[in-house]
């Protein structure tokens, strides 16, 4: 049994970078107003579940694909002070090499490795071809594959182009696809099992699946059908697999629009050990092996 723990309205999370929307001023306000506060009236807060163990162990390996300068940056920068091997995919060459740098200096030792490689995740050949790249890389195969990829712009329902449409559907959905099937195939550490640590298909989330927005459709669209595929897959790989699936759900607005600034609740650097840390923790103490496992968590 797979347990569900939130199934509620969430906010779109930081990696889709609020702040770099490409509307009018005026409708941007208009829509992070809307979705300024954490939760609905019919939402759950979040309560950390209680565990046995409550540390992440060093010297891991992870992937993670659509790295951006927000919430995969503060992850990364996270586990690089826990001395973990990390992988960074995204499609600026400039901003991830910049990103790079930054989590090596976080970098826990002189041993950890932190590797990068541009890469479109909207072209399944190419996203494969990189992942099987980040395992020879790192030297071995992934504890945690993080999907994080997905463009925003903005979309108005009336004016999107069916290109645009489907340009989006390749990164968020099909890439969800493509990534956690690779995972699936061969790609993920399994031989931890019996000491209760299982691998781990991370898929980042927000609200735009259950509250889709009109000012960005595609993005809506995108990401639902990402966030359906993640849920398919967690009813299939624990079982398959030996594959636990984590969905960290952040239910509030990232960017204050009156100042542009990050809303302090929401700050990266806050949400990581609250919203993720958790799925970290709760993989390495499956003592009653992938039963009573966490897929939604919502922050």
């Known amino acids: 049994m797979y347990?569900?723990?939130?199934?509620?309205?969430?906010?779109?999370?930081?990696?889709?970078?609020?702040?770099?929307?490409?509307?009018?001023?005026?409708?941007?306000?208009?829509?992070?107003?809307?979705?300024?506060?954490?939760?609905?009236?019919?939402?759950?807060?979040?309560?950390?579940?209680?565990?046995?163990?409550?540390?992440?162990?060093?010297?891991?390996?992870v992937a993670i694909v659509g790295v951006?300068?927000?919430?995969?940056?503060?992850?990364?920068?996270?586990?690089?002070?826990?001395?973990?091997?990390?992988?960074?995919?995204?499609r600026s060459e400039k901003s991830l090499s910049v990103i790079a740098d930054e989590v090596r200096q976080a970098q826990k030792g002189k041993n950890g490795k932190v590797i990068y490689r541009t890469a479109d995740a909207s072209e399944p050949a190419a996203l494969k071809a990189t992942l099987d790249w980040c395992v020879q890389e790192l030297g071995g195969k992934l504890d945690v594959l993080s999907y994080n990829a997905a463009r925003v712009a903005h979309?108005?329902?009336?004016?999107?182009?069916?290109?645009?449409?489907?340009?989006?559907?390749?990164?968020?959905?099909?890439?969800?696809?493509?990534?956690?099937?690779?995972f699936a195939a061969g790609n993920a550490r399994v031989d931890r099992i019996a000491e209760g640590e299982y691998p781990l298909f991370l898929v980042t989330g927000g609200n735009l699946d259950k509250e889709p927005e009109p000012l960005v459709a595609s993005l809506s669209t995108a990401k639902a059908a990402s966030q359906t595929l993640s849920r398919l897959f967690a009813k299939v790989?624990?079982?398959?697999?030996?594959?636990?699936?984590?969905?960290?759900?952040?239910?509030?607005?990232?960017?204050?629009?009156?100042?542009?600034?990050?809303?302090?609740?929401?700050?990266?650097?806050?949400?990581?050990?609250?919203?993720?840390?958790?799925?970290?923790?709760?993989?390495?103490?499956?003592?009653?092996?992938?039963?009573?496992?966490?897929?939604?968590r919502l922050y």
């Open 68 to 90: 951006g300068s927000s919430m995969s940056r503060s992850l990364a920068i996270w586990l690089a002070s826990l001395g973990w091997n990390i992988a960074l995919v995204s």
């Open 237 to 296: 790989l624990p079982e398959k697999a030996n594959i636990l699936v984590g969905m960290p759900l952040i239910a509030g607005a990232l960017i204050n629009p009156m100042t542009g600034e990050y809303n302090e609740q929401f700050h990266p650097e806050n949400i990581i050990p609250k919203a993720f840390k958790p799925f970290f923790e709760d993989r390495e103490n499956r003592r009653d092996g992938k039963a009573g496992w966490t897929v939604e």
């Open 155 to 182: 979309s108005d329902i009336t004016e999107i182009s069916p290109e645009e449409l489907e340009q989006d559907f390749k990164v968020a959905a099909v890439g969800t696809l493509v990534a956690g099937q690779w």
């Open 3 to 61: 347990l569900y723990l939130f199934r509620v309205p969430c906010f779109v999370h930081s990696v889709f970078h609020l702040h770099n929307f490409r509307s009018p001023q005026s409708t941007l306000l208009a829509f992070l107003t809307r979705h300024r506060y954490l939760l609905s009236e019919h939402s759950t807060a979040f309560t950390p579940q209680p565990l046995v163990k409550m540390s992440v162990s060093e010297s891991r390996n």
